[in-house]
Every structure is written in C-alpha cells, then in structure tokens.
C-alpha cells in the first residue's frame, strides 16, 4: 500500500503561485506512478499532471500547461505541483495519487490510479 499526504494548499490572489506537496509512504521503492487531480464541488475529479518514477517523463492537462510544473523527489518519497501565475478557475481541492502498476507510461484516467491523498484545497480570488 502506498499513503498519500497532500499538504501546501491555501487562499492566494490571481498571479499568485503555490507549491503543493505530496508525501508518500508505505511501499518499498518509487517505481510508481504520481499524479495531481483536483475536484470542484459538483464535478468530477480531472487530471492536472503526472510523472514517471524516475521524472524522465511528464504530462499535463492543456489547462494548466505552461503554467504548472510537477516535479518528484525520490530521496525524499515526495512530490511537486508548482503552480504559478493561478487563476480562479484553477481553485479546487487538489488530490496527490499513485499509479502502482505503471512506472514509465503515464494515464489521465482517475480509474487507473490505485491510492489517493485527502486532498489539500486551493483557493484563487480574483
């Protein structure tokens, strides 16, 4: 089993930026997959960004390219969502997950993904 904490999240303006945290635990190794998916109330959870277990490789959804950079550190069983320049579209609360059964293709699919953080929400006022 892999645990996930989210951690980061707060109230920040529009052009702010945040740096959001996921720390895992529970499983030996990081040959997983990571990604970031967030949720607004009355919508569906959807994909935000993921990364390969070494970083060699990323992906993210087209309304947060350029703009959000996920990133992992192995040494410290952690990862990153840095997210500037936010908006208030980008408010939502923001969930770490694992994908254990993949460590070099990446999936947008939530299905796909085997645990998942508590989420840690993020608030953009305009």
């Known amino acids: 089993q892999v645990q996930l904490v989210e951690s980061g999240g707060g109230l920040v303006q529009a052009g702010d930026s945040l740096r959001l945290s996921c720390a895992a635990s529970g499983r030996t190794g990081t040959r997983y997959i990571l990604g970031w998916f967030r949720q607004t109330p009355g919508k569906e959870r959807e994909f935000v960004a993921a990364?390969?277990?070494?970083?060699?490789?990323?992906d993210y959804a087209d309304s947060v390219k350029g703009r959000f950079t996920i990133s992992r550190d192995n040494a410290k069983n952690t990862a990153y969502l840095q997210m500037n320049s936010l908006e208030p579209e980008d408010t939502a609360v923001y969930y770490c997950?694992?994908?254990?059964?993949?460590?070099?293709?990446?999936?947008?699919?939530?299905?796909?993904?085997?645990?998942w953080g508590q989420g840690t929400q993020v608030t953009v006022s305009s």
């Open positions: 997950a694992a994908d254990i059964n993949r460590y070099v293709v990446l999936t947008r699919y939530r299905e796909e993904y085997d645990y």
């Open positions: 990364i390969t277990w070494n970083g060699g490789r990323t």
